[in-house]
C-alpha cells in the first residue's frame, strides 16, 4: 500500500509537466511549500497520538483515550486555521514578493486560496492519521492514502481529457483529504465505540500539559525538516525563479518516494515500540534494534543504490532526456539515506521510549544554520548547492549524534557497526553486478532498464539472505 501511494506522484509527474510546463508547475510546488508549515505542529500530532494512542489503547484506559484524542483535535484545528488562513493572506498580498510573472499572477492568487480554504476545512476534522495508526491498524490507515492518491489520479485524467486549468486540479486535490477524513472520523467511531468527539467536556489541559512535553520535540523536529527543505524551495523560487523550483522538485521526487519507503518502521514500530515499553518487554526492544536493523538494511539498502546508480537513466526513460541534467541532484538527495539507513530503527525506537531531545536540537539548530548557507549555496552552486547543505547534515550531524545517543543508552557501539557493515561493503559487489548488466543487456528502453534494476535488487537480497543473516534472522523475516 505504501509503495503504491508513493508511486502514484512519480507517474502523474510526466504528464503535469508536459501539459502545464515548468512555470505553471512551480506555482503549484511554491503553494505546497507554503502549505508545508502546518506539518510542523500536525505532524507532531501525529508522531504524539501514535505513542500515547497506543499506550491508552493497551491498557484499556477509555478516559485518557478520550483526553487524547479531544485535546489534539483543538490543536489540529487551531494550527491548522492559522497556517491555511496565512495561506489565503498570502495570495490576497504576498506573491508579489514570490518572482511570479505578471501573466501567472491570477492563476497564483487562486491556486493559494482554494488551498487555503480547503486547509482551513480539513483542520475541521482533526489528525484520525495519528489515531488509526496508534491502534496499529497500519494497513486500514494505508487503504485510506490510496483512496487519496487514486483520487488524484482521476483528477489528472479529468484535467487533461477535458483541458482543464491548474486551479481545478488543485480544488480536486485539496478536497481529497476533507472527504477522506470525514470517512475516517466514522471508522475510529466504529473501533471505538466509547471514544466521544467533545472538546468540551473533554479537553483535559493536565493531560495536555504532559503531551506537550512530548511533542515540543517533535514540533521542534519539524520545524528543522521545513526550513532545511521548504525554505530551499523558498529560497530557489527567490533567487531562480518557478522553473528552477520545478526542477528542484524533479530531482526532489525520488527523494520524496524513498522518504516513505525508507520511514516505514515508523508507522509500524513506534506505536508497537511504545506498547513494549508500557509493558516492560526488552526482549522485544532488543530483538528490533539489532535484528530488525540488519534485515531492514537487506530491504532498504539494494533498492536505494541501485536507483543511485541508474538515475540517469530511469529520468531519461521517465521524464524525457532534457530533464537528464537532474539527475545528479537526485542522487545527491537519495545518498543521504544511505547515511541514514543504519540509524533508522534505532532512533524510531528511542522516540517511542519518549522525548529525545538530541534529536529535535540538532536538526533545529543545523536548519537554522541551514538557511544562509542555501542562500549562498544557490547563489554559487545553483540547485546544486541547497542540496549539498542539506546532506551535511546527514553526514556531519545525524550519525554521528545517534552514535552519540546509543552510548548514552548503554548500547553495544562497536558490535552494532560490526554487524552492519558487511551490508555496505556488499554494496561494491552490487555496483560491479550493475556494470556487468549494462555491458550484457544495455538499457535501450524502459523494460530493459527496469530488469537490470531488479536483476541487481536480487542478487544484493539473495546474498545477503543466505550469507549475511543467520539462521533466527532469516526465521524471523519469513515470519
Not at 491498557?59 to 483543538?74: A, M, P, Q, T, Y
Not at 510573472?101 to 476545512?121: C, D, Q, R
Not at 484535467?159 to 491548474?166: A, M, P, R, T, Y
Amino acid at each position: 500500500m505504501q509503495f503504491i501511494t508513493a508511486i502514484i506522484p512519480l507517474l502523474i509527474l510526466p504528464h503535469i509537466l508536459r501539459y502545464w510546463g515548468g512555470e505553471i508547475y512551480g506555482i503549484f510546488i511554491l503553494a505546497l511549500s507554503v502549505q508545508a508549515f502546518s506539518y510542523i505542529l500536525n505532524s507532531a500530532i501525529h508522531i504524539t497520538l501514535m505513542k500515547y494512542i497506543s499506550e491508552a489503547y493497551a491498557l484499556k484506559d477509555e478516559g485518557r483515550l478520550n483526553s487524547i484524542v479531544n485535546d489534539f483535535w483543538v490543536i489540529a484545528f487551531l494550527n491548522n486555521f492559522i497556517v491555511f488562513f496565512a495561506i489565503i493572506l498570502i495570495g490576497a498580498f504576498g506573491l508579489g514578493w514570490m518572482n511570479i510573472s505578471p501573466a501567472l499572477m491570477e492563476t497564483a492568487k487562486n491556486v493559494f486560496y482554494v488551498t487555503g480554504a480547503f486547509g482551513i476545512l480539513a483542520g475541521c476534522f482533526g489528525s484520525p492519521d495519528g489515531i488509526i495508526v496508534g491502534m496499529q491498524k497500519i494497513h486500514e490507515n494505508n487503504i485510506f492514502r490510496l483512496i487519496e492518491s487514486v483520487g488524484k489520479i482521476i483528477a489528472i485524467i479529468v484535467v487533461l481529457k477535458w483541458k482543464l486549468s491548474l486551479v481545478f486540479y488543485v480544488f480536486c486535490i485539496s478536497m481529497l483529504p476533507v472527504v477522506v477524513k470525514i470517512i475516517q472520523v466514522f471508522y475510529i467511531r466504529k473501533l471505538i465505540p466509547a471514544l466521544t468527539f467533545n472538546p468540551v467536556k473533554y479537553f483535559d489541559f493536565k493531560e495536555l500539559k504532559i503531551l506537550a512535553k512530548y511533542s515540543s520535540y517533535q514540533i521542534m523536529n519539524q520545524v528543522g525538516d521545513i526550513l532545511m527543505y521548504t525554505t530551499d524551495k523558498l529560497i530557489i523560487q527567490k533567487i531562480m525563479g518557478a522553473a528552477s523550483v520545478t526542477l528542484y522538485e524533479v530531482a526532489n521526487k525520488p527523494n520524496l518516494f524513498f522518504e516513505r519507503f525508507i520511514s516505514l518502521p515508523l508507522s509500524a514500530l513506534l506505536p508497537a515500540c511504545s506498547e513494549a515499553y508500557a509493558k516492560r518487554d526488552m526482549k522485544f526492544i532488543n530483538t528490533v534494534l539489532l535484528k530488525g536493523t540488519r534485515m531492514y538494511l537487506l530491504l532498504v539498502l539494494p533498492v536505494i543504490f541501485s536507483c543511485i546508480i541508474y538515475m540517469k537513466a530511469i529520468f531519461s526513460f521517465w521524464l524525457g532526456a532534457e530533464y537528464g541534467h537532474a539527475a545528479f541532484c537526485a542522487q545527491l538527495f537519495l545518498a543521504s539515506y544511505l547515511v541514514a539507513a543504519p540509524f533508522k530503527i534505532f532512533s524510531h525506537v528511542m522516540i517511542s521510549k519518549g522525548p529525545v531531545k538530541e534529536y529535535a536540537f540538532s536538526k533545529f539548530i543545523y536548519a537554522l544554520i541551514n538557511i544562509p548557507l542555501s542562500i549562498w549555496g544557490v547563489m554559487k552552486f545553483g540547485i546544486m548547492g541547497g542540496i549539498l547543505v542539506t546532506l551535511g547534515f546527514w553526514v556531519f550531524v545525524y550519525s554521528p549524534m545517534n552514535i552519540y545517543i546509543m552510548i548514552r543508552e548503554k548500547f553495544n557501539v562497536m558490535t552494532f557497526l560490526y554487524k552492519i557493515a558487511p551490508f555496505y561493503v556488499l554494496l561494491s559487489c552490487q555496483l560491479l553486478a550493475a556494470k556487468l548488466c549494462l555491458a550484457v543487456l544495455p538499457a535501450h528502453n524502459l523494460f530493459q532498464l527496469l530488469v537490470n534494476i531488479g536483476f541487481i535488487i536480487s542478487f544484493y537480497i539473495i546474498i545477503s539472505f543466505f550469507f549475511l543473516l543467520d539462521s533466527s534472522e532469516r526465521k524471523l523475516l519469513i515470519s
